[in-house]
């Protein structure tokens, strides 16, 4: 007990230490926006990850906004469709701009999207003519390479690592995880320019064996070659896809219910490389764009293996998680082959856009056969299946209208639309509607709704944002929804609404507060449940140094009989010492009633690394990390973070389960740029 009050004593000096209180680029505001997201009840970790990779990437490689296109804004997930053509309209009309301090006589470029948008640009010299592009054999004398190196461990043991006889293992293989209980990860990447962009990656999740047999247990390649005269953009290797709203293809992130409830068109990109070391929601092999005036053309191949749960002839459920750490895993490892090709067309001017898309997949030599249970007598099934979508878009000044219909092998439908209107100059106003038959289906789809699945879903939405008077703004939204079939854990047909409102108060540069409130209504079994969420978030930055951020949660649950609530309190802070060093830390108390009232929180981690612990039972969450750019090349990070549990004297379940109170997990990385 001495040892735990010690540790809260020195977390609870480093943090006010750490609260004296503004943060320089190295410590992005857009980070915020990414927290807002990760916040969502129906946010896809592996999406947010994959967003938080992409943006790191992005901060790191800003776009000159003397030459930035719409598709390059439409990267950037917190632009609005009106806000890009007004961005884009201000540089036509009074550029070359003089410095970045203009955007804010952007129209509809509020305070907020100004902050997180400025580490993605800067701006250039817009008279000087564009050097000319080195010759192939000087190509590495212009490129730009970087190598990271990545180790974690849970300092705790956990019972898969347990040391017993080989005859034990033997009998029992999948009590026992197979490795080393670290984590391990390398990238490296390459780009010559805007020209050529290489990467490799490689990971050994905790608990696989290393070296296995081929090194790391997973591998990632990726080679982009862009702007070959009228070949856009070609991929070979891994890549991710999106095109219209998602409903026929998108592995790309994609906008959901958030407190920027107005921005809620899907932005996919097209294709995209897949840099992360995720091991689903990529796509091998070849892809490629080309441009003819206003027409873009992608056309795409892939094939590749599978984890999945199957049969010499059938696929009962794909595994994604990736993991290959006990023998159970390494039967299910490439057991299925998916192979996909299709195309999508794109026409756009000023004001208009139309585009079809249309794919078809099949499962090689296998039939596509989950177990029949009520709840997914529709799900797909079948050895091969194809879809096809059409997106349009209608856009003037103060009025835009995005959509796309889809219809799959069976000839269901589904269609997205969104309106959006800005009435005033201090108003903006968003309209959705969404149907999914019940029977449609379509894979690699993710789109607007309350589901994770463009399926069994009819919803109507309406978010509203108002910029108030004194440095207030507030955004709300309403959504309605009905679910006509049934669904996991829910036997019945059903539906739902859900209703956030969120008042933000920028005080002055150095002081803001956000408060939020979300209720949502929704049946589990065949019994309706509410849940509110109140967050309260202050944040205070008195000089370039110091950065602080104080949040306040509160989650009350109710179903049939039973309420519950929870509550937890989060102090964070950060001090940039210098250009060449940074320290992040944070101290919070939880308690939760049960696991409906767990409260998720988003944390600092390493670079390229996304953390959103989970807070459930009672306990102490504190970390701290570490930047520190020892030369001019060579960067360390260091993190460590714990968990103290006031609640229990055992940590988790079967092989991860620790014996104790407390878990703590230890970080460090290495960058090498030259």
């Known amino acids: 007990m001495k040892m735990l009050k010690n540790k809260i004593l020195l977390l609870f000096i480093a943090v006010s230490c750490l609260n004296a209180g503004k943060v320089n680029g190295q410590n992005s505001e857009w980070m915020r926006y990414l927290e807002e997201l990760a916040n969502s009840e129906e946010a896809d970790d592996e999406a947010i990850a994959n967003l938080f990779d992409e943006l790191s990437y992005l901060s790191d490689h800003p776009y000159d906004l003397q030459t930035v296109t719409k598709e390059e804004l439409e990267r950037l997930p917190f632009l609005t469709a009106m806000q890009i053509e007004n961005l884009l309209y201000y540089i036509y009309r009074y550029g070359p701009l003089a410095s970045i301090y203009e955007l804010k006589n952007v129209e509809d470029l509020d305070r907020q999207t100004i902050t997180y948008l400025i580490p993605f640009v800067y701006v250039g010299a817009g008279s000087t003519p564009a ?3 080195p010759t192939p054999p000087k190509t590495l004398k212009y490129a730009k390479q970087e190598l990271l190196l990545r180790y974690d461990r849970t300092l705790q043991d956990k019972a898969g690592y347990a040391s017993v006889p080989d005859e034990e293992r033997v009998a029992h293989p999948n009590k026992y995880y197979l490795g080393d209980p670290y984590y391990l990860n390398f990238r490296y990447g390459i780009s010559v320019g805007d020209k050529i962009q290489l990467g490799l990656s490689g990971e050994k999740d905790a608990g696989e064996p290393f070296p296995g047999k081929r090194g790391f247990d997973f591998y990632s390649f990726n080679l982009n070659f862009k702007h070959l005269g009228i070949l856009e953009d070609l991929h070979f290797g891994n890549y991710r896809l999106g095109f219209g709203q998602g409903l026929v293809m998108n592995t790309n992130f994609s906008m959901g219910k958030t407190a920027d409830a107005v921005n809620i068109v899907t932005k996919n990109g097209g294709i995209k490389r897949h840099t992360s070391t995720s091991e689903s929601s990529y796509f091998s092999g070849v892809a490629g764009t080309l441009k003819f005036n206003n027409v873009r053309l992608n056309v795409f191949y892939s094939k590749r293996n599978q984890d999945a749960n199957a049969t010499d002839s059938t696929i009962l459920t794909l595994k994604t998680d990736g993991y290959h750490r006990t023998f159970g895993d390494l039967q299910k490892r490439a057991t299925a082959r998916t192979e996909l090709f299709g195309s999508s067309a794109q026409w756009r001017n000023k004001d208009f856009s139309l585009g079809v898309t249309a794919i078809y997949y099949n499962f090689d030599d296998k039939m596509l056969s989950p ?62 509607f969404r149907h999914y038959d019940r029977t449609y289906n379509a894979l690699y789809g993710k789109s607007f709704g309350e589901s994770t699945a463009v399926q069994n879903e009819t919803g109507l939405y309406t978010g509203v944002k108002i910029q108030l008077p004194i440095r207030c703004e507030l955004t709300a939204y309403y959504d309605y929804f009905s679910f006509p079939w049934l669904k996991y854990q829910v036997n019945v047909p059903s539906g739902g609404h859900e209703a956030s409102v969120q008042l933000n108060y920028q005080a002055h540069e150095k002081l803001s507060m956000t408060l939020r409130y ?32 104080t949040q306040a949660d509160l989650v009350f649950y109710g179903f049939e009989a039973t309420h519950t609530n929870a509550h937890s309190i989060t102090q964070s802070g950060s001090y940039i010492g210098s250009a060449n060093f940074q320290i992040d830390g944070a101290l919070g108390y939880f308690k939760t ?50 968990t103290h549990y006031f609640d229990r004297s055992v940590i988790s379940s079967g092989l991860e389960e620790i014996q104790g109170n407390e878990k703590t997990d230890f970080s460090a990385q290495i960058k090498y740029a030259f």
């Open 518 to 549: 979300k209720h949502k209504e929704k049946v589990k079994d065949s019994s309706p449940y509410t849940q509110q969420n109140v967050r309260y978030q202050l944040n205070f930055n008195p000089n370039d140094r110091w950065h602080s951020k």
């Open 371 to 432: 177990a029949l249970h009520p709840y997914n007598v529709f799900a797909l099934r079948g050895d091969d299946y194809w879809n096809v979508g059409v997106n349009y878009a209608f856009q003037q000044r103060k009025f835009q209208f995005q959509g796309e219909t889809a219809v799959d092998k069976g000839g269901k439908i589904a269609t997205v639309n969104h309106l959006t209107v800005s009435p005033t100059s201090f108003m903006d106003w968003a309209f959705s």
């Open 593 to 642: 009633g049960d696991w409906n009232t767990r409260i998720s929180i988003y944390e600092k981690n390493i670079l390229y690394a996304f953390s959103f612990p989970t807070y459930y039972g009672e306990g102490l969450r504190y970390y701290m990390v570490a930047k520190w750019k020892i030369f001019p090349k060579l960067t360390v990070y260091l993190k460590c973070a714990s």
């Open 131 to 133: 050097l000319t592009p």
